[in-house]
């Protein structure tokens, strides 16, 4: 069975950076593509980016185009988020999912196997 399990979060100020990773165990990430959501407090869970099984294909929220960067090493069974030029607005818990197929959307309700979540903070 699939398990996720994500870090890399933190504080960090405003203009910084930080990489999260989402490890995968029971199965091979090779034939799921893997999403990246984000939730802060009182808000409803939103798509940040997404990333192909065959990692040809990419998608973005437009909030994070141009600052963060989804990327996978299915050697080591792990997608990555870079997330450059932070700001107090991306401050959530994050999260990544896994599903079938090579379709890349940002819809939560496509995705059956979560992780934990991992705490971003942003602040000065």
């Known amino acids: 069975q699939l398990q996720l399990v994500e870090s890399g979060g933190g504080l960090v100020q405003p203009g910084g950076s930080l990489r999260l990773s989402c490890a995968a165990s029971g199965a091979t990430l090779d034939y799921y593509t893997i999403g990246w959501f984000r939730q802060a407090p009182g808000k409803e869970r939103e798509g940040v980016s997404c990333i192909s099984s065959s990692g040809g294909s990419t998608n973005y929220a437009d909030s994070v185009k141009g600052r963060f960067t989804i990327s996978r090493d299915n050697a080591k069974n792990t997608v990555y988020l870079q997330m450059n030029s932070l700001k107090p607005e991306d401050t959530a818990i994050y999260y990544c999912?896994?599903?079938?197929?090579?379709?890349?959307?940002?819809?939560?309700?496509?995705?059956?196997?979560w992780g934990q979540g991992t705490q971003v903070t942003v602040s000065s």
């Open positions: 999912a896994a599903k079938y197929g090579s379709s890349c959307p940002l819809s939560m309700y496509y995705f059956h196997s």
